[in-house]
Structure formats: structure tokens, C-alpha cells
């Protein structure tokens, strides 16, 4: 066999990988421009559609708008709640005094509740930008007071 003989059979065989190469690419574009490639990226797909269908949703949004608004009412009206009562047992008797301490102690334990609901919404990655931009980022479980707008 010759040095020719050689190099067509090398050249013959670069051809036909080549061939094979193209044929494959060929089939590649065929799949993904005719959607056969579907189930590839399903999982990527089904994920942005739910995602899409939820946050993307008027009424998911519009719902956490006022979620947070909520959650920060509800602890204004446990702060006011609890200044009242100190006020009123000031001239409460003995009995109404024990009432009084007792829901204060309640009403405590209600708004740490509704400022744990609001800073664990607030941090949510899906939920964060529908919290209005004048409400707070987090609310502070310590503070005697808290402000619902800037």
C-alpha cells in the first residue's frame, strides 16, 4: 500500500467522521427547532411556569401588598392595645390589675407573633418585592413603638 493509497483512505475516513459530525449536528437543530428537546428542559420550564402563575398572578400580588400591611397593623393594634391597658391599671382594682397583666403578657406574645410573620415574609425572595417601599424591611421585636410608614 502506498503513501497515497494511505492518505485518501485517511481523507475518505475525515470525510465520513466530518459527515457524521454534521449529520449529528444537523439532527441537534432539527430537535430543538421542532420542540423534540421538550423534556430537556422541562424541569427548567415547569419551574418558571409556576413561579410565573403564582408571583406573576394580580391576585398574589395584590394579596402580599397587603399582607405586610396587615402583619404591620396588627402590631401597631397590640402596641396600642397594650398602652391602654397600662393606662387603665393605673385605677384598676387588685382583680382587674391580675386581668390586665395577664393580657398584656398575651398581647405581647401576639405582636412578637406578627413581627416574626412580617420580617420571615419580608425575607422571602418571592414575597419581598411587594412589600411597600414605604413599609419598613424589618420590624424590631423590641421596640416599644413601631412605625408602619417612613
Not at 475525515?14 to 439532527?27: H, K, R, S, T
Not at 411556569?49 to 396588627?74: H, I, K, M, P, W
Not at 412580617?118 to 416599644?144: C, G, I, M, V, W
Request: hydrophobic content about 35%.
Amino acid at each position: 500500500m502506498g503513501m497515497g493509497q494511505v492518505r485518501e483512505g485517511a481523507r475518505a475516513g475525515a470525510w465520513a467522521v466530518g459527515g457524521v459530525i454534521g449529520l449529528a449536528v444537523l439532527y441537534m437543530v432539527g430537535v430543538f427547532a421542532f420542540g423534540g428537546a421538550g423534556w430537556i428542559t422541562a424541569p427548567f420550564r415547569g419551574e418558571a411556569d409556576e413561579r410565573e402563575n403564582t408571583v406573576g398572578s394580580g391576585e398574589f400580588r395584590q394579596t402580599t401588598y397587603e399582607e405586610f400591611f396587615d402583619l404591620c397593623e396588627a402590631v401597631q393594634n397590640a402596641e396600642g392595645t397594650i398602652q391602654a391597658l397600662r393606662e387603665e391599671r393605673t385605677t384598676a382594682s387588685q382583680t382587674r390589675t391580675t386581668q390586665i397583666d395577664q393580657s398584656i403578657t398575651a398581647l405581647k406574645a401576639t405582636r412578637i407573633e406578627s413581627v416574626n410573620a412580617y420580617n420571615s415574609k419580608a425575607a422571602q425572595e418571592h414575597r419581598a418585592p411587594f412589600r411597600d417601599q414605604d413599609l419598613p424591611y424589618r420590624l424590631d421585636a423590641t421596640a416599644e413603638r413601631t412605625t408602619c410608614t417612613n
